[in-house]
């Protein structure tokens, strides 16, 4: 496994999830994401891939690891498991909702329809390029909304819990707390600096 910390970006908001046995086609998506806001872990199998989320039983569905992956991008031939045994284990998971993006050397219609079908966003030709990393720009966001929904819906669960206040047998409900307005402000600054990033590629 190699974890790396893009330079304008060293605290966790992004997370790239790269699986791929050739070290090139690794090396190029490091390059090509070095200058991007996000974290990126390779890995060089499915397999692998499968531990690091927590699959690699086959009966296991969910992560115990408490880690957040925004994009899984995956090599379709690889030795062992392949990019599409790869897909369907994480579409059969609680990672379903992660967008994966399937890539290959080879156009093989058959296989793209294949792949397509059994849920990646998208099925890039390698070598990949600036511009197939813009394609990707809706899917960040996509991810980013779900994460940052599911993030805020907790919160708010836990201190509308925490406002509840029982007197004399009857409970009543604080006002939400400033720092829930802070957070939603603290999201859209986020989610904004990242649509001007990419738009900017």
Same mark, same amino acid.
């Given at each position: 496994?190699?974890?790396?910390?893009?330079?304008?970006?060293?605290?966790?908001?992004?997370? *790239?999830?790269?699986?791929?046995?050739?070290?090139?086609?690794?090396?190029?998506?490091?390059r090509?994401?070095?200058?991007?806001?996000?974290? *990126?872990?390779?890995?060089?199998?499915?397999?692998?891939? +499968?531990k690091?989320?927590? +699959?690699?039983?086959?009966?296991?569905?969910?992560?115990?690891?408490?880690?957040?992956?925004?994009?899984?991008?995956?090599?379709?031939?690889?030795?062992?498991?392949?990019?599409?045994?790869?897909?369907?284990?994480?579409?059969?998971?609680?990672?379903?909702?992660?967008?994966? *993006?399937?890539?290959?050397?080879?156009?093989?219609?058959?296989?793209?329809?294949?792949?397509?079908e059994?849920?990646a966003?998208?099925?890039?030709?390698?070598?990949?390029?600036?511009?197939?990393?813009?394609?990707?720009?809706?899917?960040?966001?996509?991810?980013?909304? !779900?994460?940052?929904?599911?993030?805020?819906?907790?919160?708010?669960?836990?201190?509308? !819990?925490?406002n509840?206040?029982? !007197? !004399?047998?009857?409970?009543?409900?604080?006002?939400?707390? *400033?720092?829930?307005?802070?957070?939603?402000?603290?999201?859209?600054?986020i989610?904004?600096?990242? +649509?001007?990033?990419?738009?900017?590629?």
């Open positions: 496994m190699e974890v790396v910390d893009t330079p304008k970006l060293q605290q966790e908001h992004f997370h *790239v999830l790269v699986v791929d046995d050739s070290v090139i086609d690794r090396k190029i998506l490091e090509l994401l070095r200058d991007s806001s996000c974290k *990126v872990t390779f890995m060089e199998s499915g397999d692998k891939a +499968l690091y989320l927590g +699959l690699h039983n086959a009966s296991s569905t969910s992560s115990e690891h408490g880690i957040k992956v925004n994009l899984i991008m995956t090599d379709y031939s690889m030795p062992g498991m392949s990019g599409y045994d790869l897909l369907k284990r994480i579409k059969e998971s609680t990672w379903r909702d992660v967008p994966v *993006v399937i890539m290959s050397s080879e156009n093989i219609p058959s296989r793209i329809s294949m792949c397509l059994g849920g966003e998208e099925f890039l030709s390698k070598p990949l390029q600036l511009s197939d990393l813009k394609r990707l720009q809706p899917y960040f966001m996509k991810s980013f909304d !779900n994460s940052s929904q599911e993030d805020y819906a907790n919160s708010s669960i836990t201190s509308n !819990n925490d509840i206040i029982k !007197n !004399n047998g009857i409970s009543k409900m604080k006002g939400m707390p *400033v720092e829930h307005g802070f957070k939603l402000w603290y999201i859209i600054a989610a904004t600096a990242i +649509l001007q990033f990419w738009k900017s590629l």
